[in-house]
């Protein structure tokens, strides 16, 4: 698993204490980062079934709640059990990136002839996935431009899945679609400005100048 850059305005540090809690005696009885990981999936596919299937949004929130959750305990359980590397960073991006699509289409199916803002919840859900894949890619490729100051914007995974979180255990699923959708775009636009600013800076310049 992976180091994310830290930064002050992340809702992580809110659940650092409970994720450590959580991790250390998982770490202790050998279990896998891995499997954690994949667990998720399986939090993501009960999400799917819960809102698609039995209607409960406020369900449907809490094992949102928990995909993000477990992904801070596979990281913590990684380090702690000296597992950190880039097979498990990449499994731990792309686990990620398959458990946020599945979460979306179940709002996709459970909505489908729905509309909000003239805009049918499908297509909000493929502009979501845009934004937030985009958000994810445009650091990810500034990562191997070179680009230090990384985590930036305030639409990033966990404030995003909380948003989620939050607008469903209100019922308010929809508009939670809408709003995590808004901040993904945002992210992905404001961190291409920033990136870009970055790279062509001249201090971004000599760094290039070096590679």
Same mark, same amino acid.
């Given at each position: 698993? #992976?180091?994310i850059?830290?930064?002050?305005? @992340?809702?992580?540090?809110?659940?650092?204490?409970?994720?450590t @809690?959580?991790?250390k005696p998982?770490?202790d009885?050998n279990v896998k980062?891995d499997s954690?990981?994949y667990?998720t999936?399986?939090m993501?596919l009960?999400a799917f079934?819960?809102?698609?299937?039995? #209607?409960s949004p406020?369900?449907?929130g809490?094992l949102?709640?928990l995909v993000?959750?477990?992904?801070?305990?596979d990281?913590?359980?990684a @380090?702690e059990?000296?597992?950190?590397?880039?097979?498990?960073a990449?499994?731990?991006?792309f686990?990620?990136?398959?458990s $946020?699509a599945i979460?979306?289409?179940?709002?996709a199916?459970?909505?489908?002839?729905?509309?909000?803002?003239?805009?049918p919840?499908?297509?909000w859900?493929?502009?979501?996935?845009?934004?937030?894949l985009?958000?994810?890619?445009?650091r990810s490729?500034a990562?191997?431009l070179?680009?230090?100051?990384?985590?930036?914007?305030l639409?990033a995974?966990? $404030?995003?899945?909380?948003t989620?979180?939050i607008?469903?255990?209100l019922s308010?699923v929809?508009?939670g679609l809408?709003?995590?959708t808004?901040?993904?775009?945002?992210?992905a636009a404001?961190?291409?400005?920033?990136?870009?600013?970055e790279?062509?800076?001249?201090k971004g310049?000599l760094q290039?100048h070096?590679?």
């Amino acid at each position: 698993m #992976n180091d994310i850059s830290p930064s002050k305005f @992340r809702v992580r540090g809110l659940f650092r204490g409970l994720v450590t @809690r959580t991790a250390k005696p998982l770490a202790d009885r050998n279990v896998k980062p891995d499997s954690i990981t994949y667990i998720t999936i399986l939090m993501s596919l009960l999400a799917f079934l819960v809102l698609s299937i039995m #209607n409960s949004p406020m369900l449907y929130g809490l094992l949102v709640f928990l995909v993000g959750f477990l992904d801070g305990v596979d990281g913590v359980v990684a @380090r702690e059990s000296g597992l950190t590397s880039k097979a498990g960073a990449l499994t731990d991006s792309f686990i990620d990136k398959v458990s $946020e699509a599945i979460l979306l289409f179940a709002i996709a199916a459970a909505y489908e002839a729905t509309s909000v803002l003239g805009i049918p919840v499908p297509l909000w859900v493929l502009l979501c996935i845009t934004g937030w894949l985009l958000t994810s890619y445009s650091r990810s490729l500034a990562a191997s431009l070179g680009v230090v100051d990384l985590d930036v914007g305030l639409g990033a995974r966990s $404030e995003r899945l909380l948003t989620l979180v939050i607008f469903s255990l209100l019922s308010l699923v929809i508009w939670g679609l809408v709003v995590v959708t808004l901040m993904g775009i945002c992210t992905a636009a404001y961190r291409f400005h920033h990136y870009k600013g970055e790279l062509l800076s001249p201090k971004g310049e000599l760094q290039d100048h070096h590679t």
